[in-house]
């Protein structure tokens, strides 16, 4: 199962890229075959650990949109600067939308309904977080805390708690690689898109 799904994920994501690309034409089109290749062996390697982490549970194929889209809106953002509406959308829609069935199977509605308060309670940290540090997050951060507190609270309060937390320690580690990889004469802007990511795909896969 996890080799299956790791080979979707490998497949999954150039489609994903071609698809962001037509509908995104201001990102510039195709991203380079290495940058391809990257995301494709990380969401193939995001696939397979889920597929660890939930088996055959029903709320498995939400995560793995996660991941997919996860990786893509990371590459971007570290990229560009930018998490696109569309995309954030797609992820808080389609996530709901999964984590709905999920709940309807299982069945699992005190989960849902955590997850409803931990994308309230996630976006409304950031939004004040933002509102007070306009320089240190943007708005497209802001959105983005939305669906990932929605996937965090299914899981748990905990997990919501640490997830959020861990984002900003993630943040400030790129920040600090970044300034040394970067030349002094250049800004030492760093996206916070991916520290959040990568917090939430750490936090779901670490913590049962």
Same mark, same amino acid.
């Given at each position: @199962?996890?080799?299956?799904?790791?080979?979707?994920?490998?497949?999954?994501?150039?489609?994903?890229?071609?698809?962001?690309?037509?509908?995104?034409?201001?990102? %510039?089109?195709?991203?380079? /075959?290495?940058?391809?290749?990257?995301?494709?062996?990380?969401?193939?390697? #995001?696939?397979?650990?889920?597929?660890?982490?939930?088996? @055959?549970?029903?709320?498995?194929?939400?995560?793995?949109?996660?991941?997919?889209?996860?990786?893509?809106?990371?590459?971007?953002?570290?990229?560009? &600067?930018?998490?696109?509406?569309?995309?954030?959308? #797609?992820?808080?829609?389609?996530?709901?939308?999964? #984590?709905?069935?999920?709940?309807?199977?299982?069945?699992?509605?005190?989960? @849902?309904?955590?997850?409803?308060?931990?994308?309230?309670?996630?976006?409304?940290?950031?939004?004040?977080? %933002?509102?007070?540090?306009?320089?240190? /997050?943007?708005?497209?951060?802001?959105?983005?805390?939305?669906?990932?507190?929605?996937?965090?609270?299914?899981?748990?309060?905990?997990?919501?708690?640490?997830?959020?937390?861990?984002?900003?320690?993630?943040?400030?580690?790129?920040?600090?690689? @970044? #300034?040394?990889?970067?030349?002094?004469?250049?800004?030492?802007?760093?996206? &916070? %898109?991916?520290?959040?990511?990568?917090?939430?795909?750490?936090?779901?896969?670490?913590?049962?």
């Amino acid at each position: @199962m996890p080799l299956i799904l790791a080979l979707a994920g490998l497949l999954l994501s150039p489609a994903a890229e071609f698809v962001i690309a037509r509908t995104l034409p201001r990102l %510039g089109g195709l991203p380079s /075959l290495r940058v391809r290749i990257t995301t494709a062996a990380v969401t193939a390697l #995001l696939f397979g650990l889920l597929a660890w982490r939930f088996g @055959m549970a029903a709320e498995l194929p939400a995560f793995l949109l996660l991941a997919l889209l996860g990786v893509q809106l990371s590459r971007i953002d570290f990229t560009f &600067h930018l998490l696109p509406n569309p995309l954030v959308l #797609l992820l808080l829609g389609g996530g709901l939308a999964l #984590l709905l069935a999920s709940a309807a199977l299982a069945p699992g509605w005190p989960e @849902m309904l955590r997850a409803l308060a931990g994308g309230l309670i996630l976006f409304v940290g950031y939004l004040i977080l %933002g509102l007070i540090s306009p320089g240190a /997050l943007g708005m497209g951060d802001v959105k983005l805390a939305a669906p990932l507190g929605m996937y965090l609270g299914y899981l748990g309060w905990q997990q919501v708690l640490f997830g959020g937390l861990l984002g900003f320690v993630v943040g400030g580690v790129l920040t600090v690689l @970044m #300034l040394r990889l970067r030349s002094a004469e250049k800004p030492a802007e760093t996206a &916070h %898109g991916p520290a959040m990511v990568i917090a939430t795909l750490g936090i779901i896969l670490a913590l049962n």
